[in-house]
Structures are given as structure tokens and as C-alpha cells.
């Protein structure tokens, strides 16, 4: 009896000890408010570090990351590591009064995210009222070194982060919502990396701009953090091909547009094989309950080389707002939306 009890307790030893494989990561997040202008406005917001959207976490497979959430803001907070699944672990994940006490204003707290077999693109957001709005930003979860991707090296990594901006306080739209008992005011534009794109009036320098070689493949890690929308995204001429979501591969497929739902991230390749010159990317909701706003953001793909640019650039044709026709390579986008996790 004895002898057993020594065996498993060396057996849970061993396996304990082999289960935290990863390194620890820390990282230092100070709550504050920020002054933001997008769309002929300033306002201040909450950020993390003085970022819109916030610093990219990275780490590798089964790494802990432990973050120093410092709340130098005047709102109780807390944060959300989305789609991290914290077996064993849910002390710390975010989701205030369920998981968790908020963040009070002048204190401090670690959070600790534990990585398991998630591999790919993950993000975080502030899990208290609307705070997400702003409080926001990418968690990359690598291959462990030595480890390749399953689909061709890209050239670069590229984040887009689809998100939302109101004109108005968060806090007020939120306020009169709940007041109300009606629908939320629509936002007053969607945003890629924090850009609104120069759709929008006061947007010209707003725009996210990225540079592509010919001939190379590009990773774009995709997470909607749009607050209520599913949303189209597409890049003019250049197909998409999926090869991941949700922080696992996907048998790789390829569309001309994917659709991605909020919560949800979708890493995709695309390769700069067109006519050098400027593409526009762009993204706006599908049509689903609510109030929002029918309005697209845009970023641009640069080629490098020496051509004329044209003075403006290729948009692409996205789907239409109330799309329902489900095409071949729509329902393929579609049913992966539907995977998306909610908050
Ligand atoms: C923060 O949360 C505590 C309860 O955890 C509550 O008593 C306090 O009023 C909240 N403060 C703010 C600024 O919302
Ligand atoms: C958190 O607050 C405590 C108590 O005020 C302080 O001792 C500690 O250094 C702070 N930690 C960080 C990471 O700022
Ligand atoms: C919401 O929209 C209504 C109607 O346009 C407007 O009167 C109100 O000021 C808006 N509220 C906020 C917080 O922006
Ligand atoms: C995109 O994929 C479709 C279907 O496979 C194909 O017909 C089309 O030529 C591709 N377009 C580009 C720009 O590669
Ligand atoms: C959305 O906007 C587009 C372009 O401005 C317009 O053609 C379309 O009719 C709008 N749809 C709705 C449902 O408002
Ligand atoms: C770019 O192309 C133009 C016209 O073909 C040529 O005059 C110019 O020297 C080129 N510039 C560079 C940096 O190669
Ligand atoms: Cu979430």
C-alpha cells in the first residue's frame, strides 16, 4: 500500500513536471486612458500601455504567459484571454464576477494564461461592460522552435484586427442602450489595426497601409473583435486560402472572401501575384439582428517596384450586406464562421 502511494505520488510527480513543458513569459499591462482622433474627433479611451488596438502577446506552444495588469485607469477591469482554453486554470481568464473579480481602479493583479495545445492566432480583450471596444489585442501562439507551419513559410506575418469606433463615449452608448431597452447606436465605422481606412470622411492618413513583394506569401492572422457582427472580408484580386482558426490548423482551403464572426480569428495566406500596384482590402458586416452601420473599412496592399500608382485603388466586391445565396466557397466561409466563440 505503501509502495503504491509513494509509485503514484512519483508518477504524478513526473507527470506534472513533464505537463509544464513551456517557458514562463511576463508582460506588463498598464490600464490607462489614452487620447485617440479617428473621424474628425477626439476622445479619450481606454487602452493598454497608451495602444489602440493593444501589444501583441507573443508565445509558443504550452508557454505560460503571466501579465501584470496594473489599473491606472478610473474603471474596474478585467481581462479576457479569448480561446485560451486554461485547462485546470480558470482563475485568472477574465469574465468579471463569473471567472474572476474585477481590477479596482489604483490596484494591480497577475493574470496567468496557461497554453495548452492552441497553435495559431488567440487574442485578449477587457471582459467588463463594453470596455472591449478598446481594450484589445493579438495573442500569437507559435510553433515550438525546431516545429514547422503545415503550409508554405510566409514572407511576413500580418495582423488584422477588425474592431469598431463610436464617435460618442462607450460608456454612454452602453448606458442609453441599457436605459433604452432598444437596440445599441450603431457604431460610426468599423476599423482595420485601429484604422478606420480612407472610405471614412477625415480618414486619408487613418488607413492601414502594408508592402508586399511579387511572387511572395503573406500570413494574415485575422481577429474579429467588431463588438456584435459577422463580418466579410476580402482582398481585391488576390484569393484567401484558410489554413487556420480558432488556434488550430484547418485543412487549407481557398475562397475569394472569407466571413468571419466576432470572437472568431482566421489565419489565411495570400500570395502577391498580381500586377503591381495598390489593392485595397476591406471588410464589412453581414446582415444579421440589430442596429449597425452599413460602412466598409479599407487597408491597402502596397506592391514594392518601381510602377505608377494608380490614384486610387482596386476595392474589391464583397458580398452583399443581406448575402444569403450560398455559393460554393460561401458556405465553406460560412460554416467556419459559424464555429465562432461567443465572449
Ligand atoms: C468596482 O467593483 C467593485 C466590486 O468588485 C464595486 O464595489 C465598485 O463600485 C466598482 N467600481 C467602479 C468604478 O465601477
Ligand atoms: C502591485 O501592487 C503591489 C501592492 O501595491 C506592489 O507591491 C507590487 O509591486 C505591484 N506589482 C506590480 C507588477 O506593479
Ligand atoms: C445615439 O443616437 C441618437 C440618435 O441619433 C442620438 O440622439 C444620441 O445622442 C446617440 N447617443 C450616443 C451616446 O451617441
Ligand atoms: C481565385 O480562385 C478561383 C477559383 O479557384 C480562380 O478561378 C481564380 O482564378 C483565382 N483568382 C486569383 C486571382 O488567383
Ligand atoms: C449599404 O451601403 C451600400 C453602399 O453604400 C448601398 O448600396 C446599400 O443599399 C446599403 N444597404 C443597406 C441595407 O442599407
Ligand atoms: C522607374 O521607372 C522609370 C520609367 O520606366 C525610370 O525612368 C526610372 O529610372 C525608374 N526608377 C528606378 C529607381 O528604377
Ligand atoms: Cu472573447
Redesign the pocket.
Known amino acids: 500500500m505503501k509502495f503504491l502511494i509513494v509509485y503514484f505520488s512519483l508518477l504524478f510527480f513526473i507527470c506534472g513536471f513533464v505537463a509544464v513543458h513551456g517557458k514562463i513569459l511576463r508582460q506588463?499591462f498598464v490600464l490607462q486612458d489614452a487620447p485617440y482622433t479617428r473621424l474628425c474627433g477626439s476622445k479619450s479611451i481606454l487602452t493598454v500601455n497608451g495602444k489602440f488596438p493593444g501589444p501583441t502577446i507573443y508565445a509558443r506552444v504550452g508557454d505560460t504567459v503571466i501579465v501584470?495588469v496594473?489599473n491606472r485607469a478610473s474603471e474596474n477591469i478585467t481581462i479576457h484571454w479569448h480561446g485560451v482554453k486554461q485547462p485546470r486554470n480558470p482563475w485568472s481568464d477574465g469574465p468579471a464576477y463569473i471567472t474572476q473579480c474585477p481590477i479596482r481602479p489604483g490596484?494591480?493583479f497577475?493574470q496567468r494564461i496557461v497554453l495548452s495545445d492552441e497553435i495559431g492566432t488567440l487574442w485578449w480583450h477587457a471582459h467588463i461592460e463594453w470596455f472591449r471596444a478598446t481594450v484589445y489585442g493579438a495573442l500569437v501562439v507559435l510553433p515550438n522552435l525546431g516545429d514547422q507551419y503545415p503550409f508554405p513559410k510566409p514572407a511576413a506575418e500580418i495582423p488584422i484586427i477588425l474592431g469598431e469606433w463610436w464617435n460618442s463615449d462607450i460608456r454612454e452608448v452602453l448606458r442609453e442602450g441599457l436605459q433604452s431597452g432598444s437596440d445599441f447606436n450603431a457604431s460610426n465605422a468599423f476599423l482595420i489595426n485601429g484604422q478606420p481606412g480612407d472610405l471614412y470622411p477625415c480618414s486619408n492618413s487613418d488607413t492601414f497601409k502594408v508592402k508586399v513583394d511579387s511572387g511572395k506569401t503573406y500570413l494574415l492572422r485575422m481577429i474579429n473583435n467588431v463588438m456584435n457582427n459577422i463580418m466579410f472580408f476580402k482582398i481585391a484580386n488576390h484569393n484567401l486560402t484558410v489554413v487556420g482558426s480558432d488556434a488550430a490548423y484547418t485543412k487549407p482551403f481557398t475562397a475569394e472572401y472569407v466571413a468571419i464572426s466576432p470572437g472568431q480569428t482566421i489565419d489565411v495566406l495570400f500570395v502577391a501575384n498580381q500586377q503591381p500596384s495598390h489593392y485595397y482590402m476591406a471588410s464589412r458586416p453581414h446582415n444579421v439582428a440589430g442596429n449597425f452601420a452599413n460602412t466598409t473599412t479599407t487597408a491597402i496592399l502596397e506592391y514594392t517596384g518601381n510602377y505608377t500608382a494608380p490614384s486610387s485603388p482596386l476595392l474589391p466586391t464583397l458580398p452583399d450586406f443581406a448575402d444569403e445565396v450560398p455559393l460554393q466557397f460561401h458556405s465553406t466561409a460560412a460554416k467556419l464562421s459559424d464555429r465562432g466563440s461567443p465572449h
Do not use: A, L
Request: hydrophobic letters at 15%; a neutral charge.
Open positions: 506588463r501584470d496594473i490596484t494591480n497577475s
